[in-house]
């Protein structure tokens, strides 16, 4: 039984060293970790920061181009808006003064009519005609006179020839 006692021990030595060998590997892993996140951590936490800041930079470059890219093109757009304005401020300018310089040339050629009509007149004596004749007709079969007015019934209502009419620039309008 020598050779069995001589197993026996050999087992039993080789289960004492298995046993070591996990108690140092368990202790090598726990001291190795220990000084692996002594050792590593502050350059993981370096590294943590400079991608961090990286991305930042990133980040901000990419913006700044987006905003210079929105700005020139918005620019142009205004730019090219502002001189559509301008022109057509300098249309409505020259509108605007040949709108008053065709109303006094309106108002001068009125004049000229109703001087041209006043001499008329006063060279021919007065024709009546059919409508006029008719309208003088109309005031004196109106019934009632002034005093039956009714709000229900138009009236006619003669003109004052001898009162101006007042007229209105055409530029005020």
């Known amino acids: 039984m020598s050779a069995r006692a001589d197993d026996d021990r050999m087992i ?3 289960d004492r060293i298995e046993a070591r060998l996990t108690a140092i590997e368990s202790s090598g892993r726990e001291r190795f970790e220990s000084l692996m996140e002594v ?11 400079r991608l961090h800041s990286d991305m930042v930079e990133s980040m901000e470059t990419r913006l700044t181009a987006f905003e210079q890219n929105i700005d020139s093109k918005v620019s142009t757009r205004l730019t090219t808006l502002e001189k559509a ?5 300098a249309v409505i300018t020259a509108l605007s003064k040949r709108a008053v310089e065709a109303e006094d040339n309106f108002q001068r050629l009125i004049g000229a009519v109703e001087r041209l009509c006043e001499q008329k007149q006063a ?6 005609l059919p409508f006029e004749r008719q309208l003088s007709e109309a005031f004196q079969r109106q019934p009632g006179g002034p005093q039956a007015e009714s709000g229900f019934r138009p009236r006619i209502v003669p003109e004052d020839e001898v009162k101006q009419r007042h007229r209105r620039p055409l530029s005020r309008l």
């Open 12 to 14: 039993e030595r080789l």
């Open 39 to 49: 050792a590593l951590a502050p350059r993981v936490e370096e590294l943590r920061l």
């Open 85 to 89: 304005l301008i022109d057509q401020a």
């Open 123 to 128: 060279e021919t004596p007065r024709v009546e």
